[in-house]
C-alpha cells in the first residue's frame, strides 16, 4: 500500500500563491496517472487536476490557467502550483490515483485558506 503525505498548505490572501506536494512512499506511484483533490467544508472531494504517468495534464475549468499540476517520477512527488488564489479556492487539498479501480488511501491533506 502507498502512503501519501501532503504539504505546503497554509493561510494566504487572495491572488497570492501556494505550492502543495504530494509525496509517495512506493516507485508504483510513477505508473499512475495521479490527480490533486480538494474538499471545502460542506462539500463533496473534488478533482480539480489531474496529470498522466507520461505528463498529460488537464484541469477542472475552475482552477484553468491558475493552477499546474506536475510531478517528479525520480523522486516519487507531484506538485501542485497555485496562482492567483480566490477565496472559493479555500479547501483541503488531497493526492490519489486517477483510477476509479485503484485508490490508494487518503493521506492527511493539505489546508489553504484564501482570505479576501
Known amino acids: 500500500q502507498v502512503q501519501l503525505v501532503e504539504s505546503g498548505g497554509g493561510l494566504v490572501q487572495a491572488g497570492g500563491s501556494l505550492r502543495l506536494s504530494c509525496a509517495a512512499s512506493g516507485s508504483i506511484f510513477q505508473f499512475y496517472a495521479m490527480g490533486w483533490y480538494r474538499q471545502a467544508p460542506g462539500e463533496q472531494r473534488e478533482l480539480v487536476a489531474g496529470?498522466?504517468?507520461?505528463?498529460?495534464?488537464n484541469y477542472a475549468d475552475s482552477v484553468k490557467g491558475r493552477f499546474t499540476i506536475s510531478r517528479d517520477n525520480a523522486q516519487n512527488t507531484m506538485y501542485l502550483q497555485m496562482n492567483s488564489l480566490k477565496p472559493e479556492d479555500t479547501a483541503v487539498y488531497y493526492c490519489?490515483?486517477?483510477?476509479?479501480?485503484?485508490?490508494?488511501?487518503w493521506g492527511p491533506g493539505a489546508q489553504v485558506i484564501v482570505s479576501s
Open positions: 490519489n490515483t486517477l483510477s476509479s479501480r485503484v485508490q490508494w488511501a
Open positions: 496529470i498522466t504517468s507520461g505528463g498529460g495534464t
